[in-house]
Every structure is written in structure tokens, then in C-alpha cells.
Nanobody
Framework: QVQLVESGGGLVRPGESLTLSCVVS????????MAWFRQAPGKERQFVAT????????YVADSVKGRFFISRDKTNGSVKLQIDNLKPEDTAVYYC??????????????????WGRGTQVTVSS
């Protein structure tokens, strides 16, 4: 089991960029992937991106591809989510997640066992 703490959210204007960070601690051998999800008010939690270091792959949701970039710091295991050209529809709580997903669950909440508390991102002019 691991503990996850997100940071970096805030109020930004459309077109700006933001980088979210997720610090991980605990039994790192219990996970092989870390992901970002987001949840807007009244909507289901939505997959954004994942870094699966066991498979050596990253996956990004088609809806945000080209604007969202996930990266992992191998020295401490933290994961970042860089968001470019922010849009009002990106407004949501962004959650970091970790687990050992299989391929059929790697882009779903079912693939992850540990979750952070989230960080709010609000995009507004």
C-alpha cells in the first residue's frame, strides 16, 4: 500500500499551463503504475493519463492528448502531470492513483488501489 499526496492545483486562465505533482510514499514495490484521473462536479471520475513503468509505457486519454503530459521521477517515484493550453472544461478535481492494473483496467478506476485526496484545478477568465 502507498500514500499519495497531490499538489499544484489552483485557479488559472484559459490558455495557461499548470503542472500537478504527486508524491508517493509507502511500499513502492506494491505498485507498478501511477495515474491521474479527474472528476468534474456531477460527473464520473475520468481517466486522464497513466505511467506504467513495468510495461515501460504511458497512456493518455484521447480527449486530452497533445495537451496533457505525464512523467515520472525515477529517483523518488513521484509523478507529474503537465497541462498545457488549459480550457474551462478542464476544471475538475485531479486525483493521483497507484496500483498494479492489468491491461483491461489500466484506464479505469478499477485498476488502482490507492488514491490521493485530490487537488482542485479551476480554469476561468
Amino acid at each position: 500500500q502507498v500514500q499519495l499526496v497531490e499538489s499544484g492545483g489552483g485557479l488559472v486562465r484559459p490558455g495557461e499551463s499548470l503542472t500537478l505533482s504527486c508524491v508517493v510514499s509507502g511500499t513502492l514495490s506494491s505498485i507498478n503504475a501511477m495515474a491521474w484521473f479527474r472528476q468534474a462536479p456531477g460527473k464520473e471520475r475520468q481517466f486522464v493519463a497513466t505511467n506504467d513503468w513495468r510495461r515501460g509505457k504511458t497512456y493518455v486519454a484521447d480527449s486530452v492528448k497533445g495537451r496533457f503530459f505525464i512523467s515520472r521521477d525515477k529517483t523518488n517515484g513521484s509523478v507529474k502531470l503537465q497541462i498545457d493550453n488549459l480550457k474551462p472544461e478542464d476544471t475538475a478535481v485531479y486525483y493521483c492513483a497507484a496500483g498494479r492494473p492489468i491491461m483491461s483496467t489500466i484506464q479505469t478506476t478499477r485498476g488502482y488501489t490507492d488514491w490521493g485526496r485530490g487537488t482542485q484545478v479551476t480554469v476561468s477568465s
